[in-house]
């Protein structure tokens, strides 16, 4: 992240995405394939489909490209990523748990979660919270603007935070 000075001199905290042109793979359509949507291949990653409107029709073909120039600024984006993975967390981290108190004999109890069950119960219950594995979740953010694309680089700042560590391929739909 980073902080772009719009024209009027405020300030907008922006996440740089890096857009490489994607190339187009295969068109479905529903006449033959029962269904609208469009195949797209980036790199070495495995090829990615996008689902269209049933009344929509693209102007796509096979071995188009598609780059940063499809977007502008102004335009709202549906931005989808996997978060930053943070292994086996405890109750504190991943839930937010305060402790145990600090004094009256807490010696190695601080970080503990406490009761986990009830007074006649001999099972845990379902969906109890507990130390586990946290993170590495795929996460859908809605209506991120879009405030400046640079065309010739292939760069674009989106307004606010995506979810993801420095290299994750995010998924990027125009809404």
Same mark, same amino acid.
């Given at each position: /992240? ?36 469009? $195949?797209? @291949?980036?790199? #070495?990653? #495995? $090829? ?13 073909? #096979? ?14 984006? $549906?931005? @989808?990523?996997? @978060? ?18 600090? @004094?009256?004999? $807490? ?18 219950? #379902?969906? /109890?919270r507990m130390g586990g594995r946290m993170g590495g979740d795929r996460i859908t953010q809605k209506n991120l603007k879009v405030i400046f694309v640079d065309k010739d680089n292939n760069v674009m700042l989106v307004k606010g935070a995506v979810a993801g560590r420095r290299g994750t391929l995010v998924e990027v739909i125009a809404r």
């Amino acid at each position: /992240m980073t902080e772009y000075f719009s024209e009027d001199g405020t300030v907008v905290p922006v996440t740089v995405l890096s857009v490489p042109p994607v190339l187009v793979t295969r068109i479905f359509e529903k006449e033959k394939d029962g269904y609208n949507s469009v $195949q797209v @291949s980036f790199g #070495k990653k #495995k $090829q990615k489909e996008f689902r269209l409107k049933p009344a929509d029709k693209t102007d796509l073909k #096979k071995g188009d490209s598609i780059d940063a120039s499809v977007f502008t600024p102004g335009d709202l984006l $549906q931005v @989808s990523s996997i @978060s930053k993975s943070k292994g086996f967390q405890g109750v504190v981290k991943r839930h937010g748990f305060h402790g145990g108190p600090r @004094s009256h004999g $807490q010696k190695h109890s601080e970080r503990e979660p406490g009761s986990i069950g009830g007074g006649l119960r001999t099972h845990v219950p #379902k969906g /109890m919270r507990m130390g586990g594995r946290m993170g590495g979740d795929r996460i859908t953010q809605k209506n991120l603007k879009v405030i400046f694309v640079d065309k010739d680089n292939n760069v674009m700042l989106v307004k606010g935070a995506v979810a993801g560590r420095r290299g994750t391929l995010v998924e990027v739909i125009a809404r």
